[in-house]
T-cell receptor, first 111, second 114 residues
């Protein structure tokens, strides 16, 4: 089955700087890669997703890149703000109707 | 508010006991997913139901079972509880299947086994 690895497990960045979280996946059949943000005491919430037919997708300060050859994808957050502090999960779905999640990255924005 | 409701929010019980976690999906969503989140662990997929039928199974223990009822709410039953079952259990729902769009997560049920 699919295996998704995520790095780093914790990340601290100065407010206004950029943050990058990287994930790799194992199943070459995977074709859908959503990113979820989990704030304290809440359930995860989708922030951006990408499908295998594109290499990059942007939504304001958030972007995701996908390299199918290398089987890795990354989340980029620019101009970070305090409200970006949360746990971020990457995930992959290989057509078997279930998402496999990475172990999460705890992002802390330092004011 | 995701529209997914989970009860109870917190549950404390003893080893060997049995508990039931309940989930009401977003209005109109046919798929329900159950995930387990342990300390320092990611979200482990347990099981998925679609319109009352089991659709996909993950690393769900034999001591655990789930079902989805005709009104589309779902229950996760955990029996013969062990200390290691202490975790946050999330329910999520979607209109269709996981690869077609967003999963909407509830706020979770925190289970503590003493």
């Amino acid at each position: 089955g699919e295996n998704v690895e995520q790095h780093p497990s914790t990340l601290s960045v100065q407010e206004g700087d950029s943050a990058v979280i990287k994930c790799t996946y194992s199943d070459s059949a995977s074709n859908y890669f959503p990113w979820y943000k989990q704030e304290l005491g809440k359930g995860p919430q989708l922030i951006i997703d990408i499908r295998s037919n594109v290499g990059e997708k942007k939504d304001q300060r958030i972007a995701v890149t996908l390299n199918k050859t290398a089987k890795h994808f990354s989340l980029h957050i620019t101009e970070t703000q305090p409200e970006d502090s949360a746990v971020y999960f990457c995930s992959g779905e290989a057509g078997n109707e279930k998402l496999t999640f990475g172990t999460g990255t705890r992002l802390t924005i330092i004011p | 508010d995701s529209g997914v409701t989970q009860t109870p929010k917190h549950l404390i019980t003893a080893t060997g006991q049995r508990v039931t976690l309940r989930c009401s999906p977003r209005s109109g969503d046919l798929s329900v997913y159950w995930y387990q989140q342990s300390l320092d662990q990611g979200l482990q997929f347990l099981i998925q139901y679609y319109n009352g039928e089991e659709r996909a199974k993950g690393n769900i223990l034999e001591r655990f079972s789930a079902q989805q009822f005709p009104d589309l709410h779902s229950e996760l039953n955990l029996s013969s509880l062990e200390l290691g079952d202490s975790a946050l259990y999330f329910c999520a729902s979607s209109a269709g299947f996981a690869n077609t769009g967003e999963l909407f997560f509830g706020e979770g049920s925190r289970l503590t086994v003493l």
